[in-house]
């Protein structure tokens, strides 16, 4: 069974940084996958990042350039790095893992089968 673990979230000034993990067990980790999604209070789930198997990275046009996703495939852990962090990236985040391996439309949720408990991050102006 597929679980997902994230941590890392908090309460940051606007123009700081926080860096999330997603912890993940149950399957081989480096051959899927994975993503951050996002919810703020009132709003749909959007997608954040995401990063395959090989390594490809894929962003949101309203993080580009300020968040960086990565895999640490012998830690079975993938990171979100979030810089000049702004008001409007408060959300609860969270992590998400495909059922199978190999490619996939990672920009929608529906690509993702498994999702972790999600991570709050409060962003102060």
């Known amino acids: 069974q597929v679980q997902l673990v994230e941590s890392g979230g908090g309460l940051v000034q606007a123009g700081g940084s926080l860096r999330l993990s997603c912890a993940a067990s149950?399957?081989?980790?480096?051959?899927?996958?994975m993503g951050w999604f996002r919810q703020a209070p009132g709003k749909e789930r959007e997608f954040v990042a995401a990063?395959?198997?090989?390594?490809?990275?894929y962003y949101a046009d309203s993080v580009k350039g300020r968040f960086t996703i990565s895999r640490d495939n012998a830690k079975n852990t993938v990171y979100l790095q979030m810089n000049s962090l702004k008001p409007e990236d408060s959300a609860v985040y969270y992590c998400?893992?495909?059922?199978?391996?190999?490619?996939?439309?990672?920009?929608?949720?529906?690509?993702?089968?498994?999702w972790g408990q999600g991570t709050q991050v409060t962003v102060s102006s």
């Open positions: 990063i395959s198997w090989s390594g490809s990275t």
């Open positions: 998400a893992a495909p059922l199978r391996p190999g490619g996939g439309y990672w920009r929608s949720h529906d690509a993702y089968a498994y």
């Open positions: 149950g399957r081989t980790f480096s051959s899927y996958a």
